[in-house]
DNA sequence: AATTTATTGCAACTTTGTCGCATTAACAAA
DNA sequence: TTTGTTAATGCGACAAAGTTGCAATAAATT
C-alpha cells in the first residue's frame, strides 16, 4: 500500500494539513510548496496519503481537487456510506468537513456506493463583515 | 441575458437533450458535434442555456462538468433550495438526475445557497449483468 | 433587402493532472 | 556506521478540459 517511507516531503505536507482544520486544494498545495518540491511529488503524495486513509478527497465547486484529513475518523463503520459534506465559501473559499451526516433516501433500482454532498455559501466570517 | 439567438447549433445541442432523459457531459457533447461545431460554440451555448435556467449543470465523479435539461422544473419555488441529486453509474457511466429531494440540515453559521450532492453507484440496467 | 450585433470559427493559450525514466534518498540489515 | 535495495523524487514532456481575442458570419429586426 501507499505511504511507505516518511519523507521530509511527505512531513512537510502532513503539516500543513496538521496546522489547519481546513480542506486545501491540491493547487494551492502546490503553489504553497512550489519552491520545495515538484508539482507530481504534490499529487503523488496526496494519493497515498489518501489510499492509506490518512487523508480523503472531494470535488470543490470549482471542480478542483480538495483534501482533507481523516476519513476513518468520520466514519462510524466501513459498512456505512460516508455522508458528510463539504462547506466551501463562495466570498473567501474557505473549504472544511462538516461534521455531520446526511440521510440519503433509497434510490429504487439504484445500488449507491459513494455520496458527494458540497455545500456553497457564505462562512461566518464573511458573513459578519 | 444569455440565449437570443436561436441558432441552428443551440438547436441541435437542445435537440441533444430533448432526445435523451439523462444527463450529458461537455466531452460528450463537444465529440458528438465535432463535425458540425467548434469545441468552443459548445461550451459558449451550454454557458447560455444554464444562465437562461434551461440546463443546469453539476460536476460528475470524474471531476468534469456536465449538463441536463430543467432547474427551475424541478424546483417548487425560487426561494428554496435546489437539492435533488445526481446519480452516476460506474459502469456504464450513465448520469441522471433523481426527481428527489434530499433535507440538509442546518449549518451553524453557515448560510447555505446551493447543494450539489451525486451518488455513484451502479445503475439497474448494469445491476442485472 | 439592408442593418445591426449576437454568435461562431479559429487558433493560441492556460490550467490541472499524468507519465516514463534517470537519479536520489529512506531505511533495513549487516 | 556502512552498504544495498527500491520507494520516492525531479524533470520534462505530454494530455485533456476549458478559456479567450478577434475577424468573419448569420440571426433577427426594420
Redesign the pocket.
Known sequence: M?????????KALLNAFAEQEVALS??ALVEQFQD??????V???L??LEDEGILHSFTGSD???WYALGNKNLLSGKANLDTHPHFQCKDCGKTECLPMSVSIPDVSKHTVESVSLLLVGQCSDCASV
Chains 1, 2 share one sequence.
Not at 520545495?36 to 511529488?41: G, I, L, P, Y
Open positions: 501507499g505511504v511507505i517511507r516518511i519523507t521530509k516531503s511527505v491540491t493547487v520545495h518540491m515538484n508539482r507530481s511529488t499529487y503523488r503524495i494519493e497515498r471542480g478542483l481537487t
